[in-house]
C-alpha cells in the first residue's frame, strides 16, 4: 500500500450479562432464577459469546478474529458492515457443520474497523498470513520468488540471480517459478550476452581474465577487455530481451554482424554470429509464449477427491518464465471460487502484483479484490480476468491441464505414503501411522564446525519449512584447551553421542515450553536417529531426563561395511533387527535417514565456507562491511592490513585515527 490506512482497534471486552443495563426491576419482586449457564465449548456458548460482542459492533467495515480457549487465533475474517457479519454467527440453523465448530470452540473475539472494504480485505489477508488460522483457507508456501537482476551499483553491472529485498537502482525481471529455471536462464543468457558473473570483490582482485572468459561467458571487464562502450551494448541487449523485444534485439544483431562483416571485421562478426545462434536456442526453448500478453499471472484451479491443486504461471513479456503447483489448506465444504478467491489474495500478500491476473473461474466479489491489490501498489489499475476465449483460453486450459496432472501425482503419492506409513507403523510396533517423523544427524569434520540436522516427514511427504538445524554450542574444536574451572563443560572433539544429546535436549525442551499441551503439531509420533546402540541411548538419557515416554525412538545404523540394504534397527527393550532386503519400508526408511544426512552435511558445509572466508578484520570491534573493503582495496589482504604500521592505516580512505589506533592494537595484542 501506499500508505498505512487509518484503522481503529475496538477493545476487546468480555461478554458481560445480556440483559440490557438500563432495564428496570420492580421494587420488591423476587430475584428471577438464573438460567443454566450453556456448557463451555458448545455451540450455544459459542453463539451467546458472539452475541455479545455483536451489540457494541459499528455499521463500518473491518476485519475480525475468532479465538478459542488456548488463545490461538481460529479464524479471521473481513465484512464490509462489521455488525451484519458478525451477527450471522448467532444464527445456528444457518451454519455449516464447519462454522459450527468453529463457533463452538469460540470464547474471545478481536476486531479492527478499517476505512474501506478492500482496505478490510487486504488486513484480513496479511493477518491470515501471520497467523494461519485452521478454519481459513492456508498458502502452504509463501517463499518468496527468485528474479534475475542487473546490478547497476558498479561500474560494470552484473548479470546475478536475486530474492529478497529491492535495491532501487538495479533492475528486476520475473518472477520465475524457482531457483532452477532462474539458473537455467542465466546459463543460458550468458552464451548470448557474456556479461560478468562474479562478484565485486573477485572482479576487483582478478589480474587476469578467469575461465568465464576462456570459454566465452564473459567478456573479461575486470581486466580491460572490452571498452565501457561495447560492454554497455551488451546490458542494453540484455535489458532488451528480457523486456520482451527479442526481434529487436536479434535484428539489431543481425545488423551489427553484417556491418562488422562489410568492415572485414571477421572475428567481430563471429562472435556476433555465435550470440545471435544462442539468441535462437534461448527461444526455441520458451514452451510457451504469448505475445500479446505483456504481464500476467495464472490461476488454474482443480478439484478432486476433496484436494484442489491451485497452477500458478507467470506470464512476462510474452514469455513463460515457469509455472508451481500449490495444494492450499481449506474446508471440505468450501466452492473452488472460494478457495481459489482466498488464495489469489493471500498469494500477493507482500509480492508485486502483475498489470493481468487470469482465473480458471469467475472469482466472488472479483472486483473488491482487484481493487485491494490495486490499493497496495498505489492505485495502479489491474484486472482479474476469467478467460473464455482466444489466447489467454489457451494458456488457462494448459495451466489447467498442468493442475489435473500435478493433483493426480499428488493423489498418488498420498496413497502410497500412508501405505508406507502403516508399514512402518507395523515394522516397529506403534498403535497407528506416524503423522509426523523426526529424523536427526550431525556432520563435523574431527569437531569443528559441528552442527546437528533435524529433519520431518510426513502423510505428505518431506516437510520442508519444519526442518531445523542446530549449531553444536559445546563442541571443542581439536586441540582446544579444557575449560576453566566452573565452566559448564564442553563435548570433546568427535563426541558423536553429546553431540546428539544436546540437539536433541535443545528441541524437546524448546516443545515442552512452547507446546505443552501437544495440540500444535510440534511433537513427533517417531523419531529416529543415524546411528547405532550408543546414538539411542544417548537420545534414552534426554527423553528420560525431559520425562519424555511417549514417543518412539529408533536408531538406524548401516550394515556390514556400510552397505545399504542390511541397515540395523535399535529399540529400547528389543533386540537390534533388520528388514527384508526388499521391503518397500526399508528403502523408506533409508530414503528418511539419507536426507537427513544430506541436509546435515550441506548445512555443515555452508558453516565451514563461511569459516574459510572469514578474515581477521571480522574480530576487529567497529569494523563494518564498508571499512573493510577500503582496507582490503587500500593493502589488498588482510594479512597486509595485520602487518601494516599506525601511519599506513590512517591513510586509508574511511579510517580515522582512532579506527586506524583500535585496528592496529588488535592486530599487536594477539586478537
Known amino acids: 500500500m501506499s500508505g498505512k490506512p487509518e484503522i481503529d482497534v475496538l477493545p476487546v471486552i468480555p461478554p458481560a450479562d445480556l440483559r440490557p443495563a438500563n432495564e428496570d426491576v420492580p421494587a420488591g419482586a423476587a430475584d428471577p432464577v438464573p438460567e443454566a449457564a450453556p456448557a463451555e465449548g458448545s455451540l450455544a456458548a459459542g453463539t451467546a459469546i458472539i452475541a455479545g460482542y455483536v451489540r457494541t459492533l459499528p455499521r463500518k467495515p473491518g476485519v475480525y478474529r475468532m479465538i478459542d480457549a488456548k488463545g490461538d487465533v481460529l479464524y479471521v475474517g473481513k465484512a464490509r458492515l462489521l455488525k451484519s457479519r458478525v451477527a450471522s454467527y448467532t444464527q445456528?440453523?444457518?451454519?455449516?457443520?464447519?462454522?459450527?465448530?468453529?463457533?463452538?470452540?469460540?470464547?474471545?473475539?478481536?476486531?479492527?474497523?478499517?476505512?474501506?472494504?478492500?482496505?478490510?480485505?487486504?488486513?484480513?489477508?496479511?493477518?491470515i498470513k501471520r497467523f494461519k488460522p485452521r478454519f481459513n483457507v492456508l498458502l502452504r508456501d509463501d517463499k518468496s520468488f527468485p528474479y534475475i537482476v542487473i546490478r547497476r551499483d558498479h561500474a560494470w553491472p552484473q548479470l546475478a540471480k536475486h530474492r529478497g529485498a529491492r535495491n532501487e537502482t538495479d533492475e528486476y525481471f520475473g518472477p520465475f517459478a524457482s531457483a532452477g529455471a532462474v539458473n537455467r536462464t542465466l546459463y543460458t543468457l550468458q552464451r548470448a550476452f557474456p556479461l560478468r558473473s562474479c562478484s565485486d570483490s573477485i572482479f576487483a582482485n582478478r589480474t587476469r581474465p578467469c575461465l568465464q572468459y576462456q570459454i566465452k561467458r564473459c567478456v573479461a571487464p575486470c581486466v580491460g577487455r572490452v571498452t565501457d562502450e561495447e560492454y554497455g551494448s551488451i546490458v542494453d541487449d540484455v535489458r532488451g530481451f528480457l523486456g520482451g523485444k527479442s526481434r529487436e534485439v536479434q535484428s539489431q544483431l543481425s545488423q551489427r554482424m553484417e556491418t562488422a562483416s562489410a568492415n572485414l571485421e571477421f572475428e567481430r562478426a563471429a562472435v556476433l554470429r555465435d550470440r545471435i545462434r544462442a539468441l535462437t536456442a534461448i527461444q526455441s526453448h520458451q514452451s510457451i509464449e504469448i505475445s500479446e500478453i505483456e504481464e500476467a499471472d495464472v490461476f488454474a484451479a482443480h478439484e478432486e477427491g476433496g484436494q484442489i491443486c491451485v497452477q500458478v504461471f507467470f506470464v512476462r513479456a510474452g514469455n513463460n518464465l515457469g509455472n508451481k503447483a500449490y495444494f492450499p489448506s481449506h474446508g471440505k465444504e468450501l466452492e473452488i471460487a472460494d478457495v481459489l478467491s482466498s488464495f489469489v489474495g493471500q498469494f500477493y500478500s507482500g509480492r508485486p502484483v502483475p498489470r493481468e491476473i487470469l482465473v480458471s473461474h469467475p472469482l466472488p466479489e472479483a472486483d473488491l479484490l482487484a481493487a485491494a491489490l490495486s490499493l497496495s501498489t498505489g492505485n495502479r489499475r489491474i484486472e482479474i480476468i476469467c478467460p473464455q476465449r482466444g489466447p489467454?483460453?489457451?494458456?488457462?486450459?494448459?495451466?489447467l491441464a498442468n493442475a489435473r496432472e500435478a493433483l493426480g501425482r499428488r493423489v498418488a503419492e498420498s496413497a502410497s505414503q500412508r501405505k508406507l506409513l502403516d508399514g512402518v507403523a507395523q515394522a516397529f510396533g506403534l498403535d497407528a501411522p506416524p503423522q509426523r517423523i523426526e529424523v536427526y544427524d550431525n556432520s563435523h569434520i574431527q569437531g569443528s564446525d559441528a552442527v546437528g540436522g533435524m529433519i520431518v516427514a510426513g502423510p505428505e511427504g518431506f516437510q520442508k519449512n519444519h526442518y531445523r538445524k542446530f549449531n553444536i554450542r559445546t563442541a571443542a574444536a581439536p586441540g582446544a584447551a579444557p575449560a576453566p574451572d566452573g565452566a559448564a563443560p564442553g563435548i570433546s572433539a568427535g563426541d558423536d553421542y553429546g553431540m546428539m544429546r544436546e540437539v536433541l535436549t535443545r528441541r524437546f525442551k524448546r516443545a515442552l515450553k512452547e507446546d505443552p499441551a501437544r495440540d500444535k503439531g510440534l511433537w513427533p509420533d517417531l523419531v529416529l536417529i543415524d546411528g547405532g546402540l550408543g546414538q539411542l541411548n544417548a537420545a534414552l538419557e534426554v527423553f528420560t531426563e525431559l520425562a519424555i515416554d511417549d514417543v518412539a525412538l529408533v536408531s538406524i545404523a548401516k550394515g556390514p561395511d556400510r552397505d545399504a540394504g542390511r541397515e540395523r534397527f535399535f529399540m529400547p527393550g528389543r533386540p537390534?533387527?533388520?528388514?527384508?532386503?526388499?521391503?518397500?519400508?526399508?528403502?523408506?526408511?533409508?530414503?528418511?535417514?539419507?536426507?537427513?544426512?544430506?541436509?546435515?552435511?550441506?548445512?555443515h558445509r555452508t558453516r565451514r565456507s563461511m569459516g574459510i572466508s572469514r578474515s581477521g578484520l571480522d574480530e576487529v570491534p567497529g569494523i563494518g562491511a564498508a571499512r573493510k573493503r577500503a582496507l582490503l582495496h587500500h593493502f589488498g589482504s588482510a594479512r597486509a592490513v595485520a602487518t601494516a604500521t599506525l601511519e599506513d592505516l590512517q591513510a586509508t580512505p574511511g579510517v580515522s585515527r582512532t579506527m586506524a589506533k583500535k585496528i592496529y592494537d588488535h592486530f599487536r595484542s594477539g586478537g
Not at 586 to 593: A, D, M
Open 392 to 399: 489467454r483460453r489457451d494458456l488457462m486450459e494448459h495451466a
Open 576 to 603: 537390534p533387527f533388520s528388514l527384508e532386503a526388499r521391503d518397500p519400508v526399508l528403502y523408506f526408511l533409508q530414503r528418511l535417514r539419507d536426507e537427513a544426512h544430506r541436509f546435515a552435511i550441506g548445512t
Open 92 to 127: 445456528p440453523t444457518r451454519l455449516s457443520t464447519r462454522l459450527m465448530r468453529m463457533v463452538s470452540a469460540t470464547v474471545a473475539m478481536e476486531f479492527v474497523v478499517t476505512d474501506s472494504e478492500a482496505e478490510a480485505l487486504l488486513l484480513e489477508n496479511n493477518l
